[in-house]
Nanobody, 123 residues
Framework: DVQLVESGGGSVQAGGSLRLSCAASGYTYSSLCMSWFRQAPGKEREGVAAIDSGGATSYADSVKGRFTISLDSAKNILYLQMNRLKPEDTALYYC???????????????????WGQGTQVTV
């Protein structure tokens, strides 16, 4: 089974930065899609950013220009660099993985079978 373990969350002042990491293991896909999602209290889980094994990325409009997703394929670690954080970025952040996902669906939580346990970000 695919296992995902997030780390790097914490508390930061508005305007600050954090980098989240997600260590992945147990997958054998030649094509992989990994995404970051977040869920604030009382709100639905929403897609933040996605990347595939070829390096193509997608971002939610709310984080474009502030967040950067990257994938270290050699180490099997997914990253989310978050800059210029805002109070509305406060949420539990999850990484998710799947075999190939079409571009338009990469920020939809329902298409991802594998999830980490989440890491809290408070701004």
């Amino acid at each position: 089974d695919v296992q995902l373990v997030e780390s790097g969350g914490g508390s930061v002042q508005a305007g600050g930065s954090l980098r989240l990491s997600c260590a992945a293991s147990g997958y054998t896909y030649s094509s992989l899609c990994m995404s970051w999602f977040r869920q604030a209290p009382g709100k639905e889980r929403e897609g933040v950013a996605a990347i595939d094994s070829g390096g193509a990325t997608s971002y939610a409009d709310s984080v474009k220009g502030r967040f950067t997703i990257s994938l270290d394929s050699a180490k099997n670690i997914l990253y989310l660099q978050m800059n210029r954080l805002k109070p509305e970025d406060t949420a539990l952040y999850y990484c998710a993985a799947s075999e190939w996902v079409e571009h338009a669906a990469r920020l939809r939580p329902g298409v991802f079978p594998y999830w980490g346990q989440g890491t809290q970000v408070t701004v």
